[in-house]
Nanobody, 116 residues
């Protein structure tokens, strides 16, 4: 059973930065595309960044130029560097498979709050 554990969230002022981590256990992480989703209160979950097993990367328009996704297959870990954070980035951030179904069981997510 694959377990996903997200971490690195917190409270940050507008313009600040955070680095999220996603640790995956129980599977061959390197062969899968992975993505970061987020869900804000009262809104649908949205995909904000993805990275394929070959390293191809895509971003949602709302985070392009501010967020950077990366992965370390040796550590079974994916990252999301978030810079120039805005209040509208406030959400719970989750990681999971990208372009593969069924998706792995969701982790608990990590809360990101951008507020002054």
């Amino acid at each position: 059973q694959v377990q996903l554990v997200e971490s690195g969230g917190g409270l940050v002022q507008p313009g600040g930065s955070l680095r999220l981590s996603c640790a995956a256990s129980g599977s061959i992480f390197s062969i899968y595309g992975m993505g970061w989703d987020r869900q804000a209160p009262g809104k649908q979950r949205e995909l904000v960044a993805s990275i394929t097993s070959g390293g191809s990367i895509k971003y949602a328009d709302s985070v392009k130029g501010r967020f950077t996704i990366s992965r370390d297959n040796a550590k079974n870990t994916m990252y999301l560097q978030m810079n120039s954070l805005k209040p509208e980035d406030t959400a719970v951030y989750y990681c999971n498979l990208f372009l593969t179904t069924p998706r792995w069981p969701w982790g608990q997510g990590t809360q990101v709050t951008v507020s002054s």
